[in-house]
Nanobody, 125 residues
Framework: QVRLVESGGALVQAGESLTLTCTVSGLTSEHYAIGWFRQAPGKEREGIATIDIDGTTTYADSVKGRFTISQDNTKRTLYLQMDSLKPDDTAMYYC???????????????????WGQGTQVNVSS
């Protein structure tokens, strides 16, 4: 059973930094993509950063240059370093994964079948 557990969400002020963590278990294939998505109140869930099986990263334009996605060497922990946070970054942040080996350079939420429960990030102005 695939399990993704996010942590690290908090209330921060605009301009501050925050790091989110996702622990991953149960993926049976080494050929997977994993990433971060977010959903603000009244908006659709959107992809913001993903890593492919070969380490290629893909970012949404809204976070490019401010957010950094990374994995530890065991690939059991995923991180999202968020710098220069803005009030518009306020959302529930989700970790998601897929293990078909066919997803490349995608932040399309429909391509990722496995999801965590989310962690809330609030950025005050």
């Amino acid at each position: 059973q695939v399990r993704l557990v996010e942590s690290g969400g908090a209330l921060v002020q605009a301009g501050e930094s925050l790091t989110l963590t996702c622990t991953v278990s149960g993926l049976t294939s080494e050929h997977y993509a994993i990433g971060w998505f977010r959903q603000a109140p009244g908006k659709e869930r959107e992809g913001i950063a993903t890593i492919d099986i070969d380490g290629t990263t893909t970012y949404a334009d809204s976070v490019k240059g401010r957010f950094t996605i990374s994995q530890d060497n065991t690939k059991r922990t995923l991180y999202l370093q968020m710098d220069s946070l803005k009030p518009d970054d306020t959302a529930m942040y989700y970790c998601a994964a897929e293990d078909s080996g066919r997803v490349r350079c995608s932040i399309d939420r429909k391509a990722f079948p496995y999801w965590g429960q989310g962690t809330q990030v609030n950025v005050s102005s």
